[in-house]
């Protein structure tokens, strides 16, 4: 077993041991705000858009930023062009927790992810209560049943899910649903080892009519104009923001690339994509 199959192992059995307080969370997700689109916040951007992260850890990084304020991150992040923010909730490994994803939510103005390692339909009812418009589903977590039931949750819920892979057999799983949003992640969460280059093999695969997000592994200018080549439209960035004194301006050079920041040349005018 690897670290995927491990941590869902213990969270399924606290879902059994304590069950969510669905009838309570259900009231707090009708009593929200409509959720934004996150399919059209990514259709919309110019390409490629960026899905910022909050993420205070990782298991392969350790502590990456344990004092980050969260609604500083996502005015930041906002400012700094990102299409979307994503908030690890996991607490164990990375930090997280839902009272980021209700601050990010009450501080920016573009569509929140609740990312975390969700295997039950009350889970998402948990997220649309804090105030997520979308949710990361991983298909290595879930059953081909089991992910049916959690896309149409998610939908039910008003929620559009980023539905994420990291093997050839998820992502034909993936693209046998009719899921929008497919994310193709170069970290492979069992061993925890990144392959860069097979992620972009997988990208290569997702039919353009979906919305393709490159996720992990990204540093430089130069991950982001492979992912684009590659048919990224969105790309997904923690830790290279996270460890960054000014994330809006590393936002820019990610898009833009070292020296074009301040121009204002984006790739598709240098002729990447």
Known sequence: MGFLTDLVGTIRRELDERPLPLEALDAAARSQPPARSLREALRGATVPAVIAEVKRSSPSAGWIDVDADAGS???AYEAGGAAAISVL???RHFGGSLADLRLVRATAGIPVI????LIDPDQLVEARAAGADSVLLIAACLDDGLLDRMLTAARALGMEPLLETHS???LER???TD???IGVNA???ETLEVDFPAALERLRSIPSDRVAALESGIASHADVAA???AGASAILVGEALMRSADAAAAIAGLIRGPGLAARGQSLDEEGIA
Not at 114 to 117: H, I
Request: hydrophobic share 50%.
């Open 89 to 91: 909730t996991e607490p």
């Open 73 to 75: 991150l996502a005015r």
């Open 179 to 181: 899921a929008e949003i």
């Open 114 to 117: 609740r990312k975390d390692f």
């Open 227 to 229: 992912a684009v080549a």
């Open 187 to 189: 970290r492979d969460l």
């Open 168 to 170: 050839n057999r998820d």
């Open 174 to 176: 993936a693209l046998a």
